[in-house]
């Protein structure tokens, strides 16, 4: 299990993320995705053996919107 945090880019207001966390949802290999809508954060848990950070990005891309992967906190 990995886990990725990303920035959304590009999002005109906090509830802009609902769609593309949805997406991520609904994608293989993506375990869970938290959100957080006032800072366009979305953490996402995911099996690398069933997809990747490439393939996330491309969800996000694929629903609008571009995203920068950040450092995960040990939190």
Do not use: H, Q
């Not at 609008?64 to 939190?75: E, N, Q, S």
């Amino acid at each position: 299990m990995k886990r990725v945090r990303l920035r959304i880019i590009g999002t005109p207001c906090s509830t802009c993320i609902i769609p593309i966390r949805k997406a991520l949802e609904k994608a293989n290999g993506v375990k869970s995705v938290g959100a957080n809508y006032v800072a366009d954060l979305i953490l996402v848990d995911y099996d690398e053996n069933i997809i990747d950070k490439a393939t996330i990005l491309a969800t996000i891309k694929k629903a609008g919107y571009d995203a920068i992967t950040l450092a995960v906190p040990y939190w």
